[in-house]
């Protein structure tokens, strides 16, 4: 396993659509582990393919890892199919350090993936989990956090992410 670069944005790769996974093969599984122990490495709590520069729809998940416990969740392919609710989050971003802007989710969802073996599975997810499984699926339809906020707060958002040396 390796851990990979980190896309800052505004890398181009963070704002394309990436292509659904057609077989789930070793090449596949060795992305998936290479971007889960990217992501405990940062750390996060997610982390989608085209973060580290590869626009397949693929992304990984745990929310419960920086109380010390380990549950990675793996999507592949995932799609919402239902949604309900709404809720407010501050929400960070691995492409966007240190920057936190609340952003308007729905408040419970259920999805559909397959996981790293390549099995279908469905998931309902509320709160914290829905909203991470939100703003995963935004990477991999090309959307940051930069299209969630008015355009003066991007304006700020860049001079920050600038001012940082990114
Ligand atoms: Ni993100």
Redesign the pocket.
Known sequence: MSIKEIMIYPAEVLKKRSEPVAVIDDEIRVLVDDMAETMYAAPGV?L?AN?VGVTKRIAVIDIDHPEGESDLLVLINPEIVERSGEIEWEEG????PDIHVKVLRSQKIRMTALNRDGEAYELEAEELLAVAIQ??ID?LDGI??ANKVSFLQRKMMMRELKNRGN
Do not use: D
Not at 93 to 96: D, K, N, P, T
């Open positions: 997610g989608a973060q971003c691995l492409s966007f703003h995963e990477h940051t956090l």
